[in-house]
């Protein structure tokens, strides 16, 4: 069974998907960390994100993979390295370009193989990676609310009007791209998860797949 969900960044997809799998027992897949991984050795190597040949190279010859739950980059888990605001604006940026969407949605096919149960999330799960799968959500949520959850995860490091500013640049990059664009797929349930803790939106997302199957 595969559970796809998408949305914009700061709307609690990856608690939401982390939590889902453990309940259910699911394979985790966090697309936005493939990204976050190439944009991650781009900026190791100096290089601009929106440096097409280059930002295509470092795509190649970057190793993904997940072992016991946990994304290697090159062999290494980055660990918060890859969850940066800046890390975040750069893969937004390689995101964009549709050659290297392919090379990660390549890799993301060969890592899951037919048949496996998982929920996966990013911005095109629903549309463009797993466009059959049996359930689809879109989750959504004011962008001064998931500026302000930013903010608290930052422990208040960074400034509040400088995390929105950011969210509101990244929305609209992911949502105005030629391929893998942010939107609703057809028939996704949308969640606005604006007023609702992690584990209502699970609540939510556990009804709409019926689980558990035997309740
Ligand atoms: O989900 P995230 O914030 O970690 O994702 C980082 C960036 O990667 C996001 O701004 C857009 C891009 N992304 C994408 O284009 N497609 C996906 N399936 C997941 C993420």
Redesign the pocket.
Known sequence: MVIAI?GP?GVG??SVARMISQKCGFYYL???????AI?YNQLLKGLAPHDRESALKTASSTSIDIKDGVLLVDGVDLGSRL?TQEV??A??IV??IPEL?NI?NRRIREIVDNGLDIVA?????TTV?FPDAQYKFYFDAKPSIRAKRRFDELGGSVEYDKILKEIEK?DN??RN?VS?A?KVAENAVVVDTSDLTISQVCDRVLKVIKWPKNK
């Open positions: 998408d960044a997809k990856s966090n697309s936005g960390l493939f990204y976050r944009a969850r975040g604006m893969a937004s995101s964009s969407r990660v999330e990013g911005r095109d799960m990676v990244r990059n992911d791209k893998g942010l």
